[in-house]
């Protein structure tokens, strides 16, 4: 079976406090700035977990104030966008985009946005937590599929998860096949769920036809 190949940078998890701590790289015409994160790790694409502090125009320009708990920051948009109306203060919002800076003011430009259930934010403060950094821990892995599942029983409509789940069960250490993952998923549409979370930074591939949790 021939695997798909998807060659779009990997959105990577971060937190607020690593934006804010580490250092904005403006790069030549025709290549890509990033953050350089304190741990010196190039990002690129960022996959961020926040809430929605507050929510103001000036001229074209909407700021969306964000709080993940590590820090704030600002999501900008430089024209109307139809999700700036569902947005509402107080709702956690899963951000993918990249950084900006402006007269060294750091912000994010969106890519995609959409709501989430607020214990998402506890998942990602558990899994970017300093010491998870260096060795996940298995209490911490507990702990995370146990927020995990709380979701789930919220929301029974998270193929996503369930898509997680199958990768982490199957994977050695070495990251799953996605044909493996495919013969193992019963939900429909697999490929194309496994197409959007490598687009969305929720798996990345280490090798083509080869996907691996972040």
């Known amino acids: 079976m021939e695997q798909p190949s998807y060659q779009r940078q990997v959105a990577i998890k ?3 406090s690593d934006i804010l701590a580490g250092e904005f790289v403006k790069e ?10 304190p741990e010196n790790e190039k990002i690129y694409r960022l996959n961020l977990f926040a809430i929605v502090l507050n929510k103001e125009k000036v001229g074209n320009i909407t700021n969306i104030l964000l709080d993940d708990g590590s820090g704030k920051i600002n999501l900008r948009y430089f024209e109307d966008d139809p999700v700036l109306e569902e947005l509402q203060i107080g709702e956690v919002i899963l951000v993918i985009g990249k950084l900006r800076s ?7 430009a969106p890519e995609i946005v959409k709501k989430i259930n607020s214990l998402w934010l506890k998942v990602r403060s558990l899994e970017m937590a300093k010491e998870v950094k260096e060795i996940f821990d298995v209490d911490v892995k507990v702990e995370v599929e146990k927020v995990i599942d709380e979701v789930a029983d919220e929301d029974n409509t998270l193929p996503v998860q369930k898509i997680i789940k199958i990768i982490n069960e199957l994977d050695q250490g070495e990251g799953v096949l996605i044909e493996e993952i495919i013969s193992n998923s019963v939900l429909n549409g697999t490929e194309q769920i496994i197409e959007k979370m490598l687009e969305n930074g929720e798996i990345f591939q280490i090798s083509p036809g080869k996907v691996k949790v972040l």
Do not use: A, C, F
Request: aromatic share 16%; hydrophobic share 25%; proline share 0%.
């Open 28 to 37: 030549e015409e025709n290549k890509s700035d990033y953050l350089l994160t």
């Open 102 to 108: 402006y007269n060294q003011e750091k912000y994010l």
């Open 14 to 16: 971060t937190i607020i």
